[in-house]
Structures are given as structure tokens and as C-alpha cells.
């Protein structure tokens, strides 16, 4: 029984530190805009699917560089538009970024550079759950990299519908 209780400790503690040392952004679901200057009642949501949880995680380091950790998705509880736990592919837009390097006299990278454009990432999600890890490429500097993020990330459902995003809410 000791044994049983010392592998659980164990277990417990290897999941805190697998997560140690990230910020947790819990992303909100995506409305549809309400154009001019009334309101739109009901509220409609962007996507027909719905979510738990989907949370943005960020190391908290001050610095990057080539490999590391930049950013990290953790589905929760994605349902298609019947109801059913979904599995298949979601999409993750970073929005628009931009790019500059201090060194080597390069500066900041063009708005339509193929260097500077993220495609959307691809997370794979199965009976509702996924999980999505992106590392700094092997290529990038080691000094002098600024990575801006100009527009907010945004989880996609599989139709390319706004699903996520970052923002606050408060209890249902």
C-alpha cells in the first residue's frame, strides 16, 4: 500500500513540473460581430462547435531560441455542432506577427515575406481532446530575435469558423 502511495506522489509531482514554468491563458469562445452601433440579441456564436476548455500556454522565460518552447494548445471537451465528443483536425492561427532580427543587419522582416507568414497549425483532437506543441525553429537566431504578436491567436473549428480566442469571461 506505501508503494502504491509513493507511485502516486511520484506521478503527481511529475505532472506539476511537466507544467511548471508556463503562463495559462484560457481562451473564450468566438461571437459573431454585431455590426453599427446597436446590439445584437441573442448572441450567435462564430462556430457551431462547441468547448470545455482550450487553454494558450507561453513559457515564462524571458528569452527563446533555436528549439525551444514557444507556445502550446490544450484541447478539452470539443464537441461537434450534435453534440459528440469531435475528433479530427482544428486549426490554430497565431494572427499576425511580425518578425524582426536585430543581428546580421537584417532588421524587421517585410508584412509579405514568406518568412515573416505563419500558416494556421494543425491540432490534431481525438474524442474531444488534443494537445499541440510548437518549438522555435533550428534556424532562428540565437540573438537578437523579436517575435511581435500584432493580432490576438485564434483556435479554428474544422469549416475555418473562429472557435477561440484569447480575451476573459466570467462564470456561466
Known amino acids: 500500500m506505501r508503494l502504491v502511495f509513493t507511485l502516486l506522489a511520484a506521478l503527481l509531482a511529475l505532472a506539476h513540473v511537466a507544467s511548471a514554468g508556463m503562463n495559462r491563458n484560457y481562451l473564450v469562445p468566438s461571437y459573431v460581430a454585431c455590426p453599427g452601433s446597436g446590439n445584437c440579441n441573442p448572441p450567435a456564436l462564430a462556430s457551431a462547435y462547441t468547448f470545455d476548455t482550450i487553454i494558450l500556454m507561453t513559457p515564462q522565460q524571458r528569452y527563446t531560441g533555436p528549439g525551444k518552447l514557444a507556445l502550446s ?3 478539452k471537451g470539443l464537441k461537434d455542432p450534435s453534440g459528440n465528443l469531435f475528433t ?5 492561427s497565431t494572427g499576425t506577427t511580425r518578425i524582426t532580427i536585430l543581428s546580421q543587419g537584417i532588421g524587421t522582416l517585410g508584412e509579405t515575406s514568406p518568412l515573416a507568414i505563419q500558416p494556421p497549425y494543425s491540432i490534431q483532437v481525438k474524442n474531444g481532446a488534443g494537445r499541440f506543441r510548437y518549438n522555435t525553429p533550428d534556424a532562428a537566431p540565437e ?4 517575435a511581435e504578436s500584432v493580432s490576438s491567436p485564434v483556435v479554428l473549428d474544422p469549416d475555418g469558423k473562429p472557435l477561440a480566442t484569447t480575451g476573459s469571461q466570467s462564470k456561466p
Open 88 to 92: 479530427g483536425t482544428i486549426k490554430m
Open 143 to 146: 540573438h537578437g530575435l523579436i
Open 73 to 75: 494548445v490544450v484541447v
